[in-house]
């Protein structure tokens, strides 16, 4: 058993996000020891790897519950790990395509700016005009808060823990 910095140091991941995913219940909740202090186990410590990896690759905590998930079932199909990658690759690429039309109509209007002492500045222009028509989007009521809730990838990681010991 290790404890938080330690943790820390092997997955990569700082205190403060390990607290933060043991809150929202990505991670379950951990041994304390008789001071009060997190006891992690190396099945935790792998997690917190496992979780690292997910986020270097864009995915969403949503995303990375449900590959927990999925990673502790030996039932599971490949299939449906492969799904969730490809949807976030989907994810990506638009991602990328509104970063490219950014970066050239950014392009467009710094060519198009003399960059001299003038007052007329097409790139202060544009920013001053309003462009898009879209409303701001609102949270989605149906979704269910994640903080504090136990969710299914830290119920399986509890129930394995178990099974392991």
Same mark, same amino acid.
């Given at each position: 058993?290790?404890?938080?910095?330690?943790?820390?140091?092997?997955?990569?991941?700082?205190?403060?996000?390990?607290?933060?995913?043991?809150?929202?219940?990505?991670?379950?909740?951990?041994?304390?020891?008789?001071?009060?202090?997190?006891?992690?186990?190396?099945?935790?410590?792998?997690?917190?790897?496992?979780?690292?990896?997910?986020? =270097?690759?864009?995915?969403?905590?949503?995303?990375?519950?449900?590959?927990?998930?999925?990673?502790?079932?030996? =039932?599971?199909?490949?299939?449906?790990?492969?799904?969730?990658?490809?949807? /976030?690759?989907?994810?990506?690429?638009?991602?990328?395509?509104?970063?490219?039309?950014?970066?050239?109509?950014?392009? /467009?209007?710094?060519?198009?700016? /003399?960059?001299?002492?003038?007052?007329?500045?097409?790139?202060?222009?544009?920013?001053?005009?309003?462009? +898009?028509?879209?409303?701001? +989007?609102?949270?989605?009521?149906?979704?269910?808060?994640?903080?504090?809730?136990?969710?299914?990838?830290? +119920?399986? /990681?509890?129930?394995?823990?178990?099974?392991?010991?």
């Amino acid at each position: 058993m290790t404890n938080i910095g330690q943790a820390a140091k092997f997955s990569g991941v700082s205190a403060k996000m390990i607290r933060y995913y043991e809150q929202i219940g990505l991670i379950p909740k951990v041994i304390r020891s008789d001071a009060g202090y997190r006891s992690y186990s190396a099945s935790d410590m792998h997690s917190l790897r496992f979780i690292r990896r997910a986020r =270097d690759l864009g995915f969403s905590v949503e995303q990375i519950s449900k590959l927990l998930v999925l990673w502790y079932d030996s =039932d599971r199909t490949n299939a449906d790990v492969k799904e969730i990658a490809l949807s /976030h690759v989907v994810v990506l690429k638009a991602k990328i395509a509104e970063l490219q039309a950014m970066t050239q109509t950014l392009e /467009h209007l710094a060519a198009h700016c /003399h960059g001299d002492d003038g007052q007329d500045c097409p790139i202060l222009a544009d920013l001053a005009t309003q462009t +898009s028509t879209q409303q701001p +989007s609102s949270p989605d009521p149906h979704k269910t808060p994640r903080f504090g809730v136990d969710t299914p990838a830290s +119920s399986l /990681h509890r129930a394995a823990t178990k099974t392991l010991s």
